[in-house]
C-alpha cells in the first residue's frame, strides 16, 4: 500500500524526479492557483495521489466520493433505501458537510458527527455507488462541490470532477490501475484501517462499481478529452505524484501568464 506519511520525502532521491522537483521549487509564490481534477475508477490511488499532490502544492483537498458516500450513510441510517432518488435528493439538498485535516487523516463531518471511518466500509461503497447514479442527487451535490473548490487552489477527486464539476479545470487527471492491482490495494487499505475483506469479493466488488459508475446515465466516469491519462500499476506513490506535480507546475505557469 502506498505511505502517504512519507510525502515528499522521496522527491529529490532520482534523477527522474529531479526536474519535476526541481519545476516545482522554482515555482514563485505569486503563482496563480488552479484547480485540479483526478477522477478515475475506484482503488487506482486516487485518495493517496490526490491528498499527498495539495499537500506538496499547498492547495485544498476535496474528496468527492466522500461527499456521496455521506448521503449513502444517513440514507441508511434513516432508512431510507438507496433506490429512493427522490428521498436521496432531498437528504444530498440538505446534507451539512465539512471536511478538516486532522494529522495526515481528511476527517469528514455530516452535522457534529465524524463519519470518517462509517463512510469506508465496503457496504457503504456499494451504496454511494448506487445513490450517485440518480440524476437528482447528483444535481443536488453539484453546487456543494463547486462551493467547496470555489477560488481555485484544490485538487479534487472523484468519477466526474474533470467532466461536470469543473470542466475549465487547468490541470485534468484520469488515474487508473489494473482490475487486479486496484483490488490488492484496496484490500490492503482497509487491513491498514482494521477491517479485513477478503480478496475476490472486493475484486468483485470493485469490477460492479466500477460497471455501474461508468454506464449510469448522467456523468459517467469517463475521462474528459482534455485529461491526461495516468496508469499506476507499476508505479508508486510518490513517482505518480512527482508526475502529476510537473505537469500542475506548467499548467499554472500558463495559467499565471494568462492573467
Ligand atoms: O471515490 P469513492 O470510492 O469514495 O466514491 C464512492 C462512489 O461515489 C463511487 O462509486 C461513485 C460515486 N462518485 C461519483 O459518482 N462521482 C464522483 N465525483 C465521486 C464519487
Redesign the pocket.
Known sequence: MYNVTAHGARACDGHARLSVWAISCMMPDAMKPVVVTIDGP?GAG?SSVAKLLARRLGYRLL????I??AVALTARDQGLAWTDAAGCAALAHALDIRFAFLGDTNHVYVGDRDVTQAIRTPEI?QG??QV?AHPPVRAALLDIQRRLGAGGGVVV?????GTV?FPAAQAKFFLTASETERARRRVAELAAAGTTVDYAATLREISD?DRR?ATRDV?PMVAAPDAVLVDSSAQTLEEVVDSLAGLVAVRQRAASGDQ
Open positions: 475506484a486516487k474528496d468527492t466520493g466522500a456521496y458516500r461503497s454511494a455507488s450517485s477527486e472523484g468519477r466526474d470532477t464539476v462499481r459508475d456523468a
